[in-house]
């Protein structure tokens, strides 16, 4: 009894020995087994979490930033559940070699870390920031300059200015010259000549004034008369109609208005037949120490120094005066014009004192319409 039992133990042991063994075995198989099953997946997510970050990188310049930074998290995903590989039972695992180590995986290809993204992608959104806001500042600018472009100056903040006391003349337009004529300044106009119609030359009234029907004279013609009573009477103005007979006077156009503030205004275009005619009369009755010709009512005209060179066209020259004091309840402005072959004669006067604007305004405005 003692010799079979003996056997029977030592072949238990050894059965219990080889159990033990394979079921190590198969413990380290499944072992490794899960290793490579757990490199793998971490390998996979590793990769699709590179290849993300480099692609939200790459197309991050051309789109907003929040959206990128949203969808990276979305990107990096566990993969699909995958059922572990069944255990085999122990008595069925044949032997085998040792498990040898996994190959080493190799490092995906280098992207950017984690850290440095952030970076960039708060760069980026700054960069993005400031860029819109660049634009926005840029059109809002170029609207406000629209703004202030289109409006007028008393409606612009800061640079309202009061009325300076100009009248609010109509569109000016040049009479149309007959087919063939030059203008009365160019270079083949040896005489000077307007060859447009005088009458169409005449300042027209501003706003709110009421013209002079007197002045109209007949189908807008004045005779001679009717301008020299803007003289005082007597022996000089006999001498100044008996001077526009020799130097050959061809007509005189006239308009005349008084304003809202009881400004009254004359305007006279006398034509001759030349502009030499023109200039000696203009220095012999407009010199520049005073009119040779008193106006009636006045008692003394001297030239205005404060008139501005600028107020004229670069044709036409120019005498302005200022009656002086003591004066009586009116004060007159005049001026003379050389315009060609048309002598210009511009009269204002105004109870308590000629204003300085308009009358600047009306000697500017008409000798455009002559140059």
Not at 117 to 140: G, P, S
Not at 295 to 305: A, I, K, N, P, W
Not at 320 to 326: D, F, L, Q
Request: aromatic letters at 6%; charged letters at 25%.
């Amino acid at each position: 009894m003692t010799e079979q039992t003996e056997p029977t133990v030592q072949v238990e042991a050894a059965v219990q020995v080889e159990a033990t063994v394979e079921t190590e075995r198969a413990v380290q198989v499944e072992a490794t087994v899960e290793t490579e099953r757990a490199v793998q997946v971490e390998a996979t997510v590793e990769t699709e979490r590179a290849v993300q970050v480099e692609a939200t990188v790459e197309t991050e310049p051309a789109v907003q930033a929040e959206p990128a930074v949203q969808a990276a998290p979305q990107a990096v995903m566990a993969p699909p559940h995958q059922p572990p590989a069944p255990v085999q039972d122990p008595a069925s695992v044949q032997p085998q070699a040792p498990a040898q180590d996994p190959a080493p995986v190799q490092d995906p290809a280098p992207g950017p870390a984690p850290t440095p993204v952030k970076k960039d992608r708060r760069v980026l959104r700054a960069a993005l920031r400031w860029t819109a806001a660049v634009v926005v500042f840029a059109v809002a600018g170029a609207g406000t300059a629209y703004g202030i472009a289109a409006m007028k100056r008393t409606d612009v903040p800061g640079l309202a200015t009061q009325a300076d006391g100009r009248w609010d003349y109509p569109t000016l337009v040049k009479a149309p010259l007959p087919s063939g004529s030059p203008e009365p300044f160019a270079e083949d106009n040896t005489a000077g000549a307007h060859y447009a119609d005088l009458r169409e030359l005449v300042l027209p009234a501003p706003e709110g004034a009421v013209q002079d029907k007197k002045l109209r004279g007949k189908d807008g013609w004045l005779a001679t008369k009717d301008f020299l009573a803007e003289y005082a009477p007597g022996s000089a103005r006999d001498d100044l109609r008996q001077e526009f007979v020799d130097d050959g006077l061809r007509h005189i156009a006239a308009r005349g208005w008084t304003t809202p503030d009881g400004t009254r205004t004359r305007v006279y275009l006398l034509q001759f037949g030349t502009a030499e005619v023109v200039d000696d009369l203009f220095s012999h009755e407009a010199p520049i120490d005073g009119p040779r010709q008193q106006l009636r009512g006045t008692e003394g005209s001297v030239f205005d120094t404060d008139f501005p060179a600028e107020a004229h066209d670069h044709n036409v020259e120019y005498s302005v005066y200022i009656e002086k004091r003591p004066r009586g309840a009116e004060q007159t402005r005049q001026g003379y014009l050389s315009a060609g072959d048309v002598l210009a004669v511009i009269v204002q006067s105004r109870k308590g004192g000629a204003k300085a604007v308009p009358f600047r305004q009306t000697v500017a405005l008409q000798s455009e319409l002559l140059g």
